[in-house]
């Protein structure tokens, strides 16, 4: 005996049913689709079209040239900046785009100030656009030199730069506390304390740059130049000495303001290499020069007396942070002080016949320290 059939189930139902299944099937195949779709389509946009950062607004500098193609900008956009820090995320989602779009053979010559937090939508309507070349000019940062000593350079070279912008850029822990060694400064103690935070990193060298560039850019500049200098064999040997980055850079900052001649570098370092290891103050004029902004080579005892951290005949040790942005030959005596200047354990030192004769006199002991001084001392004046 056959079961019987539901009475909804007539001919016309089943008739119809088979009409509108297509329909019903192709309608959820639909909308399934644009669910993956739409997913895809998300995904895609999140991971290779929006900014790789929509919170680093850091300008970088981006330079299309002749007889680029459209892969080999794709490239270097992802490499710009670091290769953990490109300007795109996948490269070759960059060239699909422009092919997609029509701009593939657009993208034109000239150099562009571009940002992370940058599509890539905007990236290629901002090289679309083209850029006309920009004026430049150089300018020299002499080793030894202070931040306020720098923005003398710039002006020099005729660079027009707003100086409470660059000082007040140069105390901004959170532009630059991207650099590894800025954010180890960020955590000594007093920091806040420091005439400038980026005192010291701010690389002595010729810089080429452009006539407009912000402060940030400036600086921005130096500081990849110091990075580069200051490699992972100094860090190393700074290590093996007891020491840090910063105190480094802080001795070296000021073996460049006491020593005039090469060879004379690393021997100022052994003597104060050896104060420091005695527990002796450094007594550095070089550090009363940046304390009371004046050049000499006696002070009173009154001056000497002047409340500072750095003051290093009131204070012990290192002054709270560097007192010059020194170069590479400072920070390699700071490294690597005379062997045989530590060995014989020289702690003094002083000018000679100036101006004929830029040398240091050294001294092991206080009482040969100041029958120097007695000789030379008329020199100084």
């Known amino acids: 005996m056959f079961e ?15 009409i509108v299944r297509p329909l019903v ?15 895809a389509y998300d995904y895609v946009l999140n991971r290779y079209i929006n900014p790789v950062d929509v919170n680093d607004a850091t300008p970088i500098e981006f330079v299309v040239n002749n007889n680029d193609s459209a892969s080999s900008v794709a490239t270097r ?35 562009y100030i571009l940002s992370r937090n940058m599509d890539i939508t905007q990236i290629v309507d901002i090289i679309c656009e083209g850029n006309p070349p920009k004026q430049t000019l150089m300018f020299t940062v002499q080793e030894g030199y202070t931040i306020k ?26 532009a630059f506390s991207k650099y590894d060694f800025i954010s180890l400064v960020l955590e000594e103690e007093d920091v806040s304390k420091r005439d400038y935070l980026l005192e010291g990193y701010l690389f002595p060298d010729t810089y080429e740059i452009y ?86 080579y006696i002070y009173t005892d009154e001056e000497l007396a002047t409340v500072s951290p750095y003051n290093t005949y009131k204070n012990p040790g290192l002054p ?35 101006p004929e004769n830029e040398a240091l006199i050294f001294a092991k002991t206080y009482e040969e320290h100041k029958k120097n001084i007695e000789k030379y001392s008329k020199y100084w004046s």
């Open 4 to 18: 019987k059939k539901p009475s909804w189930l007539s001919p016309k139902v089943v008739k119809l049913w088979r």
């Open 25 to 39: 099937v192709l309608a959820i195949s639909a909308g399934l689709t644009y669910i993956v779709f739409a997913t």
């Open 77 to 111: 956009l992802a490499n710009a900046g670091g290769e953990e820090r490109g300007l795109i995320s996948n490269p070759t989602v960059f060239k699909v785009y422009v092919d997609f779009v029509g701009k593939a053979d657009k993208l034109k010559v000239g150099t």
């Open 149 to 174: 000593g720098i923005l003398q350079s710039l002006e020099r070279a005729e660079m027009v730069v707003d100086e409470n912008a660059f000082l007040e850029m140069c105390n901004n822990a959170d």
């Open 211 to 296: 006539v407009d560039a912000l402060p940030e850019t400036i600086i921005n500049k130096m500081l990849v130049r110091f990075n580069e200098i200051f490699t992972d064999t100094y860090i190393a040997r700074a290590q093996e000495l007891g020491m840090t980055i910063d105190e480094i850079v802080t001795l070296a900052s000021i073996i460049e303001r006491e020593a005039k001649l090469e060879d004379d570098f690393k021997k100022v370092s052994a003597a104060f290499h050896n104060r420091l290891r005695a527990g002796q103050n450094l007594e550095s004029c070089a550090t009363m020069q940046y304390v009371l902004k004046v050049n000499k």
């Open 320 to 354: 709270i942070g560097p007192i010059s942005n020194p170069g590479k030959m400072a920070i390699e005596a700071a490294l690597y002080p005379n062997e045989t200047y530590i060995e014989k354990d020289y702690r003094y030192f002083c000018n000679m016949d100036l």
